[in-house]
């Protein structure tokens, strides 16, 4: 049996002979001496996505066939925490890049240009960013403005995509559409646009409380390419199958990285406090902080292990209880990790409130504030009043 040096010496990509946890951490090391930077300059944290590249870990998810390493969701949530503790804006970008990988490796392998384009996601390690908000429309995603245009064996799109995340560092854009001029919104197909096949007019900036370093702008989007571009099922079924489930489960792990670095941030204020004799009086919001980020981390690997479980069954995905849970996920586990924030800075009392000094929670707080409204959870609650009044109330605990 090889040992890991010298596995790693063999592996035609080194990194890869080595545990994803392993170079998450390193990734996640250089982001963090980044993050304060990334946020007061509002810029894209380059240094952790050279890193992430680095490590090889944007093609994760990649079937083996094609070069990848067949990632499950739990290792890339895990990794989403494992960034989310270390720069916020690192660990969304991650998460996002990933919710559409899942969608072209889940939905593509039965097209050639989606395979192909899945080989240059390894070897290049390209970074996929995603277009769904257009124009004033907000985080409707199952509608679409703008159609695909085709004519003389190409297609064209020209779409007011009001936030694109990493848009002017992204190496392809993939959004949704209406599949054509004749087709209802709903009727949505969703396209893998690479660089050369697209231009970016900037038409809005990225100025905000958190998630600084995203550098989510509003851009014009012109897009030109082939038919074969389009991905092969329509959007809906990625939407349900893939879309909702892994950006949900990768933006909650995310954002419980985020409450557990908040949480680590109050553990070492309390150790200190406890050594000079004398806890302070924010204790009891300390204990509250500990319980809410365990509750955020078992709500999500539950519905992690029940994603898994369902993953090639498409009746399951599709089934009411399952969407709903889905959707409630996003919902509980972002309001649940601002209550975690909050209760480390309650906790750490002025030593939080402040900007400076090691217990210092704002930025932490700032970026946790971005996840009820990134899809407003009252948008969710509102979509789900109609499964959720169908649904029985259930009659025992272990349901
Ligand atoms: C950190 C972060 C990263 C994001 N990254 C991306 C991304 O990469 N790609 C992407 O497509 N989307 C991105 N979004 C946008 C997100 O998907 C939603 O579109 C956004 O959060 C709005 O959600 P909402 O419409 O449910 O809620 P609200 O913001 O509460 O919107 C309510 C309503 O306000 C109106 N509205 C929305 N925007 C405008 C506007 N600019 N001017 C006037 N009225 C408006 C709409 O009618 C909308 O329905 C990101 C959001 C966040 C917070």
């Not at 395979?115 to 429309?137: H, I, N, P």
């Not at 204990?287 to 509750?295: F, G, H, I, W, Y």
Request: one cysteine or more; hydrophobic letters at 45%; aromatic letters at 6%.
């Amino acid at each position: 049996m090889l040992n890991t040096a010298e596995s790693i010496a063999r592996s035609p990509f080194p990194a890869l002979a080595e545990s994803f946890a392993v170079r998450a951490a390193r990734a996640a090391g250089i982001a963090a001496e980044h993050a304060a930077a990334v946020d007061s300059e509002a810029r894209f944290p380059q240094e952790a996505m050279d890193a992430l590249k680095q490590e090889k870990l944007l093609g994760m998810m990649v079937p083996e066939a094609l070069g990848g390493e067949a990632a499950s969701a739990g290792q890339v949530v895990d990794i989403c925490y494992a960034l989310g503790r270390a720069c916020s804006s690192t660990g969304m970008i991650f998460a996002m890049h990933q919710v559409k990988a899942a969608c072209i490796v889940h939905h593509g392998m039965d097209s050639a240009w989606h395979r192909d384009f899945m080989t240059r996601m390894v070897q290049d390690q390209l970074l996929l960013a995603s277009s769904t908000t257009e124009g004033k429309g907000g985080g409707n995603v199952r509608a679409s403005e703008a159609p695909v245009e085709a004519a003389d064996g190409r297609i064209l799109l020209v779409r007011d995509a009001s936030v694109i995340s990493y848009g002017a560092q992204a190496d392809a854009v993939v959004t949704t559409a209406r599949r054509s001029a004749e087709a209802d919104a709903s009727d949505q197909v969703l396209v893998v646009f690479e660089r050369k096949n697209y231009v970016l007019e900037k038409t809005g900036g990225w100025d905000t409380l958190g998630m600084r370093g995203t550098c989510s702008a509003g851009f014009g989007l012109k897009a030109m390419g082939t038919p074969a571009q389009i991905m092969p099922v329509p959007y809906g079924i990625i939407h349900s199958q893939s879309m909702v489930p892994s950006a949900h489960l990768m933006w909650s792990g995310v954002w419980a990285g985020i409450a557990a670095g908040a949480v680590e941030k109050a553990r070492k204020f309390m150790r200190k406090a406890q050594r000079a004799g004398s806890l302070p009086p924010g204790v009891p919001h300390f204990v509250e902080a500990q319980a809410n980020l365990r509750a955020l981390r078992a709500l999500i690997g539950a519905m992690l292990g029940r994603y898994e479980a369902c993953a090639h069954d498409e009746k399951a995905l599709a089934a009411i209880d399952f969407q709903t849970a889905i959707n409630l996920l996003k919902v509980d586990a972002s309001e649940l990790a601002v209550k975690t924030v909050m209760n480390a800075m309650r906790a750490t009392g002025l030593s939080g409130y402040r900007n400076d000094g090691d217990a210092s929670i704002g930025r932490s707080l700032r970026d946790v504030l971005s996840s009820p409204i990134m899809i407003n959870n009252d948008r969710i609650l509102s979509s789900l009043t109609t499964s959720t009044i169908l649904s029985d109330v259930p009659s025992t605990i272990r349901d």
